[in-house]
């Protein structure tokens, strides 16, 4: 049976293609379509890897995970620790648009720069998890069906990072902030990677 990943829920699901053609063609575009089950985790990896980015597993886990917590990780099996990984991701997801959303367009600059630092902070570590996800699939620590599954256990919608660089180009139009457009292949975007992301930025 093929594989349908509908982007505009927080889980894949299996079954009929549910999602219809949006003729705006803008983010908040849905990604529904149908994969072939061999070609699975290689899409569901690729969706999730920021090419702008060279996340390793073990940078997000020494980024994520506290040295006293390290047992209790280890005891987690991949599928486990990859949804918890991206169940983060989410969570930095809807900061970044709590934070985005907080700041006054009609306002000075002074006012507005905590929310939009802190804004790119929460997008920055989101994007750096999800990559971390992709790579762990990449080095064979997950396997096709175990990065469906924590896929499918994690809160994982692209609207909500649709929404997030809505926000952000709103921001940038009125303050022309410094920041690089998302580079993930959840949306489109034709920058190439960028080997010397700094993984002690995200905490």
Sequence with gaps: ????????????????????????????????MTIPEDHVGAFVAEALEDPERATTWDDVVDTMVAPAARDAWAALSPVEQATEVLSKAAEFDRRAIEYFESVPLDGDRSEAETDIDEGLRCRRNADTFRDGVAAAYGGGRLDDDGLVDALEAAEFDTEIIARREDLIERIDSVFEIDYRPYGGTLMDDDDGPEPETEHGETW
């Design 1 to 32: 049976m093929p594989y349908e990943l509908d982007s505009t829920g927080p889980a894949a699901e299996q079954g009929e293609n549910k999602s219809e053609n949006d003729d705006s063609g803008g983010l908040e575009s849905s990604l529904g």
